[in-house]
Antibody
Framework: QVQLQESGPGLVKPSQTLSLSCTVY???????????WTWIRQPAGKGLEWIGRIYNAGIVYYNPSLKSRATLSMDMAQNRFSLNLTSVTAADTAVYYCASGDFDIWGQGTLVAVSS | QTVVTQEPSLTVSPGGTVTLTCASS?????????ANWFQQIPGQAPRPLIYSTSNRHIWTPDRFAGSLVGGKAALTLSGAQSEDEADYYCLLYFASSQGVFGGGTKLTVL
């Protein structure tokens, strides 16, 4: 059974870059488990926000509200996909989730706080 | 900026039926928006219920049904149970690419 696990620092300083990875574990590889992968986040006490989606073919779509600060990428050899978010502020503090395809598989979520 | 609108809160009686809706600021929602619905119980991760407008995930109880109603995506809960009390979020895709979540509906079973 395929599982996803987010990883990355839990604390990032303002103006720096938030970097998270989502590794695919279990039966199957990144390319065989799904056609596309999504990042979502949720600030404490608030709603869900769609960050972006990356296809195995390398096509990427982003939430325009992130104003080009987000970059999604894939590393097939490492069986993982990643999120970089530059110039972070306190508003980027949230639980970040990765998910596969039609959201049938999710990571457990990872809390990232932006603070000096 | 595209906005997706949901009812802030709804109440349903145990055993009753309720419909949550999901509207787009750009106009009528069609099947090409591939509406998704998620349930979130406070303190827990979101759980996907519906994808591509009306398809249930294997774990989704059949009392939940997704559809299009009056130019909106809709999630109908028939035979509400106390365990269905949660926040519900819809997600629409615009130009089949960019996703936008609604603000969520707090459903009370009372």
């Amino acid at each position: 059974q395929v599982q996803l696990q987010e990883s990355g620092p839990g604390l990032v300083k303002p103006s720096q870059t938030l970097s998270l990875s989502c590794t695919v574990y279990g039966r199957g590889s990144l390319s065989s488990s799904s056609y596309y992968w999504t990042w979502i986040r949720q600030p404490a006490g608030k709603g869900l926000e769609w960050i972006g989606r990356i296809y195995n073919a390398g096509i990427v779509y982003y939430n325009p509200s992130l104003k080009s600060r987000a970059t999604l990428s894939m590393d097939m050899a490492q069986n993982r996909f990643s999120l970089n978010l530059t110039s972070v502020t306190a508003a980027d503090t949230a639980v970040y989730y990765c998910a596969s395809g039609d959201f049938d598989i999710w990571g457990q979520g990872t809390l990232v706080a932006v603070s000096s | 900026q595209t906005v997706v609108t949901q009812e802030p809160s709804l109440t349903v009686s145990p055993g009753g039926t309720v419909t949550l809706t999901c509207a787009s600021s750009t106009g009528a929602v069609t099947s090409h928006y591939y509406a998704n619905w998620f349930q979130q119980i406070p303190g827990q991760a979101p759980r996907p219920l519906i994808y591509s407008t009306s398809n249930r995930h294997i774990w989704t109880p059949d009392r939940f049904a997704g559809s299009l109603v009056g130019g909106k995506a809709a999630l109908t809960l028939s035979g509400a149970q106390s365990e269905d009390e949660a926040d519900y979020y819809c997600l629409l895709y615009f130009a089949s690419s960019q996703g936008v979540f609604g603000g969520g509906t707090k459903l009370t079973v009372l």
